[in-house]
């Protein structure tokens, strides 16, 4: 059973950064991509910024240049630091990563954390 545990959330001022983390447990065999969505307030959930086991990036054109995200295969932990944040950035921040559950399982399947509160002041 997989679980993302994510960390790092909280209330900061417009302007102020927040890192956020996520680690995989559980049992797998392949973990492919790993990354960060946001959902606020009657909006639909978003794509913030996205890693490969390779390191390939793809990064929301909202964010870029003020969020970065990185990866410790190591430790199976996607972290997002988030720089010069803004009110709008305000939203549950929801860790996601692709994953092939057994070498028998053929396809990879999404597992999700369960949110973490980001609210930004003005």
């Known amino acids: 059973q997989v679980q993302l545990v994510e960390s790092g959330g909280g209330l900061v001022q417009a302007g102020g950064s927040l890192r956020l983390s996520c680690a995989a447990s559980?049992?797998?065999?392949?973990?492919?991509?790993m990354g960060w969505y946001r959902q606020a307030p009657g909006n639909q959930r978003e794509l913030v910024a996205v890693i490969t086991s390779r390191g390939i990036i793809n990064v929301a054109d909202s964010v870029k240049g003020r969020f970065t995200i990185s990866r410790d295969n190591d430790k199976n932990t996607v972290y997002l630091q988030m720089n010069s944040l803004k009110p709008e950035d305000t939203a549950v921040y929801y860790c996601n990563a692709n994953i092939m559950p057994s070498m028998s399982s053929v396809y990879y399947y999404d597992y999700w954390g369960q949110g973490t509160q980001v609210t930004v002041s003005s």
């Open positions: 559980g049992r797998w065999f392949s973990i492919n991509a």
